[in-house]
């Protein structure tokens, strides 16, 4: 399965307003709507954290370079993903007139905090720094963002930083937060053969776990070696047990 954890970063709307507190802005006193800056990626168990900007390429070269990588993903792992980072990008893809991307597989990582868990917060910076795994790369706030929007190099430098870092950070979560994914795309369809695979992490080392009795049919069930995802057999338990999972 070729997993891509992708982050992108955006620049707000520039807007008039007569307040700034809790307004209803007209969309006539758009003034620049906001836009695609930045975005950072990796491949699952490469090294390699690739990033690019309107800074560093133009817009159209950026934005194709991650429309390749996200029709090369069979899934893409990011954080709050559904709602922000694939919209925009889809966004982008409409206004340069591509198609749309080749179909892949959502993995959000705040549904699954929000899912399983009761943390004060949800943010990508406090699950990280709860789980002992580092945290955001720190910055001086809004003003890195009006200086990026004004050609600043030195905040763009720290863009990059913080964009890449928020990727490797994803990464991390997802290694931990992996057993606990339970819309998880399985592993099982991309592993040959007849064997039991692990539908969170495509490993063969799954042990049986009791017997599942939610209905009037008992499954198998297993407990994953390799992440200690929860996996339950597909079959009938009077058939044989068949690959995979949950
Ligand atoms: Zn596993």
Known sequence: MRILLLDIETAPHKVYSWGIWNQDINPDNIIEQGYTLSWAAKWYGQKQVMYNSIHDSSRKKMVREIYALICDADAIVHYNGTKFDMPILNQEFLFDSLDPPTSYANIDLLKTARKQFRLPSNKLDYVAQYLGLGSKFKHKGMSLWHDCMDGCPKAWAIMKRYNKQDVNLTEKVYEVLL???????????????????????????????GIERKTTVPYQRYRCQKCGAPLKGRTMLKDQPQPSTR
Do not use: A, E, M, Y
């Not at 991309?190 to 969170?200: E, I, K, M, S």
């Open 179 to 209: 057993p606990w994914i339970d819309n998880h795309p399985n592993w099982g369809h991309f592993v040959d053969g007849q064997r039991l695979t692990c539908r969170n992490c495509g490993s063969d080392r799954v042990k049986k776990n």
